[in-house]
């Protein structure tokens, strides 16, 4: 009896531990989204005025962020 109302405990504990992160997580990917949105606006700018190298190079960094 003992270890069924320790199991119960300990899964009621660690799902509310979890629920806790979730908006940790949120601000984290929106501060992703954000330096995304950076790196691509100065990607096209770069773009449009010619330097596709500088382009490229913002470019691969924006999609670097999705990889981490």
């Known amino acids: 009896m003992k270890k069924i109302i320790l199991s119960i ?3 009621f504990f660690t799902t509310s531990l ?3 992160s979730c908006m940790t ?3 984290k990917i929106d501060t992703k989204i954000e330096e995304v949105q950076k790196l691509r ?3 096209m700018k ?3 005025a010619g330097d ?3 382009s490229d190079e913002l ?3 924006a999609m670097q962020l999705f990889k981490n």
């Open 41 to 43: 606006d100065q990607a």
């Open 9 to 11: 405990f300990l899964v």
């Open 59 to 61: 470019f691969a960094k």
């Open 52 to 54: 596709h190298a500088k």
């Open 46 to 48: 770069a773009h449009e």
């Open 25 to 27: 997580m949120a601000s």
């Open 18 to 20: 979890y629920a806790s």
